[in-house]
């Protein structure tokens, strides 16, 4: 399966250099593929078991195991070559979308992750999806297919098409093989809604003259956090 792009690591004297390619990937893209790695690792390894990790509503909110917002979206399974797989584009897409669009917007680009997690998890109830984290990494590839329209690639080396349709591509070839698309369909719906409130509706506020021209701002305090905060220009001012 040939998606176009560059390779997931570089060759130097011969050789891959898997420290080189692991430091080259940015800050946040590199956390959560190292979350998601060990993760996978401990519960091979069983230090930890998956029945802990998967989201539970009345786990979560009705007997406090909260950590579980957080590792349904870091488990993709057993260590196999479906779980290769996940972890290839987590990584290739998460970190195209960090280096490109976000590429000096660190903040902006948590919020959009932050914003698929909400979304996400307050989906997940009425669909029972114990696990998120293919849900997000389809997000991501949505919204960096978006904002490349004019970026080619092909499909097994049978046919081309343009960047935007991957998430659909992705999303047929999940239903030939069998597959459940409710994981796919929810990372299309979240990317989509991201994609309109982050891109079209400044657009469409700004013609129209609306006083509200941006809904996912990322706060102060994030921005403060991911080192990108910069003091309004009245507060610079001598």
């Known amino acids: 399966m040939d998606f176009g792009g ?8 011969g050789g891959f250099d898997f420290m080189s390619w692991y430091m080259d990937i940015p800050v946040i893209s590199r956390l959560y593929f190292t ?8 519960c091979a390894l069983d230090i930890i078991s998956p029945f802990s990790l998967y989201f539970n509503f009345d786990l979560i909110f009705h007997q406090g195991q909260l950590w579980r917002l957080i590792t349904t979206y870091l488990f993709f399974g057993v260590f196999s070559i479906d ?3 996940h972890m290839y584009f987590l990584v290739r897409y998460c970190r195209m979308l960090e280096e490109g669009d976000f590429r000096g917007r660190t903040a902006h680009f948590v919020m959009m992750i932050l914003f698929g997690v909400t979304f996400m998890t307050a989906v997940a109830p009425f669909v029972s999806v114990h ?18 329209e004019d970026m080619r690639m092909s499909f097994l080396g049978v046919f081309t098409f343009n960047a935007p349709y991957l998430p659909w591509v992705m999303l047929s070839f999940s239903m030939l093989l069998g597959h459940s698309v409710t994981i796919d ?24 003259g609306w006083k509200r021209k941006k809904v996912l701002e990322p706060p102060r305090a994030l921005h403060w956090l991911c080192g990108t905060y910069q003091e309004p220009a009245h507060l610079r001012q001598d």
Do not use: C, K, Q
């Open 6 to 13: 560059a390779a997931m690591g570089g060759v130097e004297d």
């Open 131 to 148: 696990f998120l984290g293919s849900s997000l990494s389809f997000m991501m590839v949505y919204v960096w297919g978006r904002r490349n």
């Open 35 to 42: 979350s998601a790695f060990l993760t996978t690792a401990g």
């Open 185 to 208: 369909a929810i990372g299309i719906l979240v990317g989509h809604t991201y994609y309109f409130l982050e891109y079209v509706y400044p657009v469409v506020a700004d013609i129209r």
């Open 83 to 85: 779980f290769l797989f």
